[in-house]
């Protein structure tokens, strides 16, 4: 059962949803490969035969099996100065940071202090029915389940 629409907010969590990806028949990693920079796209030219590497979370010391692709994105492209720059179209901009920061989701307003762009128009642009490269509203019992799992810090 589907479920019912509700109006985000500035405080919504928004995330690249992969199923969106799948449910449109659209490839993902053929998307993605069109982020990466030249380098990249040149190392990547076979994308079908990159395969998953460790990846360390320095924060936390997890290791996860990430998409190479990705990683390299997170860790060459996202650090070039025109990744993300004012002539980057928002849909454009928003989807790259969410592949920037390993597709944390974030809150209109978090996006806005990292693209010094206006909550408001960010929210505009991905609050409505209209899915921009997948980026949707983290399902509130997903958001309570991430939430949950966040370790509290050490009062001092």
């Given at each position: 059962m589907k479920s019912r629409w509700v109006r985000?907010?500035?405080?919504?969590?928004?995330?690249?949803?992969?199923?969106?990806?799948?449910?449109?028949?659209r490839n993902f990693r053929v998307h993605l490969l069109s982020h990466l920079c030249?380098?990249?796209q040149q190392?990547?030219?076979?994308?079908?035969?990159?395969?998953?590497?460790?990846?360390?979370?320095a924060s936390t010391g997890e290791v996860a099996q990430v998409d190479g692709l990705w990683h390299s994105l997170r860790v060459c492209c996202s650090l070039k100065p025109d990744y993300v720059n004012e002539?980057?179209?928002?849909?454009?901009?928003?989807?790259r940071v969410f592949l920037a920061n390993g597709n944390e989701p974030l809150t209109p307003i978090e996006l806005s202090q990292e693209l010094n762009r206006p909550a408001e128009t960010i929210l505009r642009?991905?609050?409505?029915?209209?899915?921009y490269h997948g980026i949707k509203?983290?399902?509130?019992?997903?958001?309570?389940?991430v939430s949950r799992r966040k370790p509290v810090a050490d009062e001092e």
């Open positions: 985000p907010t500035l405080n919504t969590k928004f995330h690249i949803d992969r199923d969106w990806w799948e449910e449109k028949g030249s380098e990249c190392r990547y030219q076979d994308y079908q035969e990159t395969e998953l590497i460790d990846w360390i979370d002539l980057t179209p928002m849909t454009t901009a928003i989807f642009t991905i609050g409505g029915f209209q899915v509203p983290v399902p509130e019992e997903e958001v309570r389940r």
